[in-house]
């Protein structure tokens, strides 16, 4: 009876007594998923490393050798196994769709603990309240990238820089009192400021100067684009602020 013989690939990666690299790991899983055998050679000294690196003329580790061949690092291993390779710098609405995402959920959830069904008006108050929370949360976690991205479109922004840094605290306490149901005199008024200004901003810069930027709203470091997306969230915010004026006791 024949048997088919096991592919084998050959993996060095670094595993030392302070590091383990994420990416060695994530190459011997791959391999493992595509069917081989893996030769699996630990560096474990900066030493052994360097070495190593040095000898094959390599500027990273992992590395994978197939068939004897030299096939190189991780994205180089999916590249060679068909997989697709994610690029950095592509823009990607992804951020965004996973924070509504989620904090709809979170919504549905209050609202199904609180009123013991999940479809309620409170439910999409809470919506909103919970995005700006999270949104704020994203883009207080590194004030000065958010800023220097916003002031790139932002219109009261580029006329008075420290709006650009306030922006953040002033979602988080729109978002909180919203979510609580109390003070609208303070959060009403914070979020049509900042709500309705964005929108203008976005607007602008996207369907009238035709600028092709990337969203600060999840933070500064974002691949998300500005447009749609962008110009709905600061529609959404002034949605919200005028029911609850509306709706106010």
């Not at 360097?50 to 590395?63: E, I, L, M, N």
């Not at 306490?173 to 979510?179: K, Q, S, T």
Request: glycine share 8%; proline share 4%; net charge positive.
């Amino acid at each position: 009876m024949s048997t088919t013989p096991t592919r084998t690939a050959t993996l060095y990666r670094m595993e030392t007594d302070a590091h383990v690299c994420p990416y060695g790991l994530k190459a011997r899983h791959l391999l493992v998923q595509a069917g081989y055998a893996v030769e699996d050679h630990l560096l474990t000294t900066r030493a052994e490393t360097d070495r190593f690196k040095a000898d094959h003329g390599v500027k990273t580790t992992p590395q994978v050798f197939i068939a004897g061949e030299r096939v190189g690092g991780y994205d180089d291993l999916r590249r060679h196994l068909g997989r697709a390779v994610r690029d950095p710098n592509a823009v990607s609405y992804r951020p965004v769709a996973a924070l509504f995402g989620m904090t709809a959920l979170m919504a549905l959830a209050a609202s199904q603990a609180a009123y013991d069904t999940p479809l309620t008006l409170r439910a999409a108050e809470w919506f909103v309240g919970f995005s700006m929370c999270v949104l704020a949360i994203l883009k207080l976690q590194n004030v000065e990238s958010f800023a220097t991205m916003f002031l790139g479109y932002d219109l009261l922004a580029r006329r008075w820089v420290p709006y650009a840094s306030l922006y953040p605290y002033a979602e988080a306490l729109a978002g909180i009192l919203m979510v609580a149901g109390v003070l609208t005199w303070i959060s009403v008024p914070v979020a049509l400021l900042i709500g309705g200004i964005g929108a203008v901003s976005v607007f602008k810069a996207v369907y009238l100067d035709r600028r092709a930027l990337r969203c600060a709203c999840v933070g500064g470091g974002s691949n998300v684009p500005l447009g749609f997306v962008s110009l709905t969230e600061n529609l959404m915010m002034v949605a919200m602020a005028v029911w609850m004026a509306a709706t106010a006791h």
